[in-house]
């Protein structure tokens, strides 16, 4: 890591950012001089601001999203459902991390 980025990232406190509990991704946020930085819970792989998107703050690449299928489960029997699904969009840099899996959490209704 460079010198510049490690000194971004040393004084960032992130927070978390609120989420249903059947959602793929937990991110936290962080603001320094009015720039909001994201990550995922758990990684050290931090999202910066780049115009419309987001970039690697580590590699630079641009961060994609992936959708993950979260079926809902509302039929009148355990597990059951209409075949309905919500789809979320996880972010992730393509570079240094994997793509998410398109089967997400159930949704219990």
């Known amino acids: ?3 510049e980025i490690s000194d971004i990232v040393k004084d960032l406190k992130f927070e978390p ?3 249903e509990n059947w959602e793929a991704v937990r991110l936290e946020k962080a603001v320094k001089e009015g720039i909001e930085y994201l990550r995922k819970v758990g990684s ?5 601001p780049n115009g419309e998107n987001y970039q690697c703050l580590k590699c630079g ?4 999203a992936a959708q993950v ?3 809902i489960w509302d039929g ?5 459902g209409s075949g309905q699904c919500h789809y979320e969009s996880v972010p ?4 240094c991390e994997e793509k998410p899996n398109f089967h ?3 949704i219990t209704v």
């Open 92 to 95: 992730y840099c393509t570079k």
């Open 61 to 64: 690449s641009e961060i994609v």
């Open 69 to 71: 299928a979260h079926p």
């Open 1 to 3: 890591m460079s010198n």
């Open 104 to 106: 997400g959490s159930p």
């Open 44 to 48: 050290q792989i931090i999202y910066k």
């Open 17 to 19: 950012v609120e989420a």
């Open 76 to 80: 009148p029997f355990p597990m059951s």
